[in-house]
């Protein structure tokens, strides 16, 4: 049974750094892409990052420079390095895979599975 478990999250100063992680199971890994998605309350999901299975990957533009994705195949892990956190990156964070080669990497309809999310909130 495919899995995807996210963690890392909590309640974290602006400014400061979380690592989140999304631990797959029951697949192979290294043939999925790998999406970040983030929620904050009242608004729609929306893309944070992308990583496909030859290592191409993408930022939205709120978060380049402060984030960065990547893998290890090892370990069936993928990460989400968050630096210089903002307010408004508040959120449920979740990460998404894909076997087929992801195209429209911000759209939610591209990834057939999904986590259950983890809560991340930027707060003084």
């Known amino acids: 049974q495919l899995q995807l478990v996210e963690s890392g999250g909590g309640l974290v100063q602006p400014g400061g750094s979380l690592r989140l992680s999304c631990a797959a199971s029951?697949?192979?890994?290294?043939?999925?892409?790998i999406g970040w998605f983030r929620q904050a309350p009242g608004k729609e999901r929306e893309g944070v990052s992308s990583?496909?299975?030859?290592?191409?990957?993408n930022y939205v533009d709120s978060v380049k420079g402060r984030f960065t994705v990547y893998r290890d195949n090892a370990k069936n892990t993928v990460y989400l390095q968050m630096n210089s956190l903002r307010p408004e990156d508040t959120g449920i964070y979740y990460c998404a895979a894909e076997r087929s080669y992801v195209i429209c990497w911000m759209a939610t309809y591209t990834y057939a599975y999904w986590g259950q999310g983890t809560q991340v909130t930027v707060s003084s």
């Open positions: 990583i496909g299975r030859r290592n191409p990957i």
């Open positions: 029951g697949f192979t890994f290294d043939d999925y892409d």
